[in-house]
T-cell receptor
């Protein structure tokens, strides 16, 4: 069964507008949640993580994500998108503290138009 | 500082040939992971090394795939008798034992089997 779902293959926004990339998970207990970004011809770069504590986590490049346990979601957000944010975004989950394997969503391609 | 490096960056091979992919993790990182990124399959876990412990090979798709890690540092992923379905980008990641949540990825090796 898929552990992580990214319901949108593509997200298109205008520069300066808010950006949201959706992610839901389906693991029990207290998952560890991550967002990674992949720029063209580059490796995956870590953006942010939720392990415990405050549901709103802040990460690199002005991104943040909110953990919502009741909705089993971990949506990535940026208040004002930049053209340089255009990339492929992956949500990932570790199912427990003893599980070191990352299960990735299918990815969402973000295009920010000038 | 130096990140995770992988070589070669691109590899084209004929069906039936063996290939070796190399990963140099970040110095001092005790954990090393291999993932595969392919169209239609997304990102999938292959194998995990942690220190001197026995590796977790549960993600290897067939017995044609093997990996080793020498001296707790460099790792080699070997694919024997390559098939066209092995074509993918092979990603290596490493993490610090103390910060095992964050995996740092290399740029990947793009393997094309003709």
């Amino acid at each position: 069964a898929q552990s992580v779902a990214q319901p949108e293959d593509q997200v298109n926004v205008a520069e300066g507008n808010p950006l949201t990339v959706k992610c839901t998970y389906s693991v029990s207990g207290n998952p560890y949640l991550f967002w990674y970004v992949q720029y063209p011809n580059r490796g995956l770069q870590f953006l942010l993580k939720y392990i415990t504590g405050d549901n709103l986590v802040k990460g690199s490049y002005g991104f943040e994500a909110e953990f919502n346990k009741s909705q089993t979601s971990f949506h990535l957000k940026k208040p004002s998108a930049l053209v340089s944010d255009s990339a492929l975004y992956f949500c990932a989950v570790r199912r427990s503290s003893n599980d070191y394997k990352l299960s990735f969503g299918a990815g969402t391609t973000v295009t920010v138009r000038a | 500082g130096a990140g995770v490096s992988q070589s070669p960056s691109n590899k084209v091979t004929e069906k039936g040939k063996d290939v070796e992919l190399r990963c140099d993790p970040i110095s001092g990182h005790t954990a090393l992971y291999w993932y595969r990124q392919s169209l239609g399959q997304g990102l999938e876990f292959l194998i995990y090394f942690q220190g001197n412990s026995a590796p977790d090979k549960s993600g290897l798709p067939s017995d044609r795939f093997s990996a080793e890690r020498t001296g707790g540092s460099v790792s080699t992923l070997t694919i024997q008798r390559t098939q066209q379905e092995d074509s993918a980008v092979y990603l290596c990641a490493s993490s610090n034992y103390r910060e095992v949540h964050e995996q740092y990825f290399g740029p990947g090796t793009r393997l094309t089997v003709t």
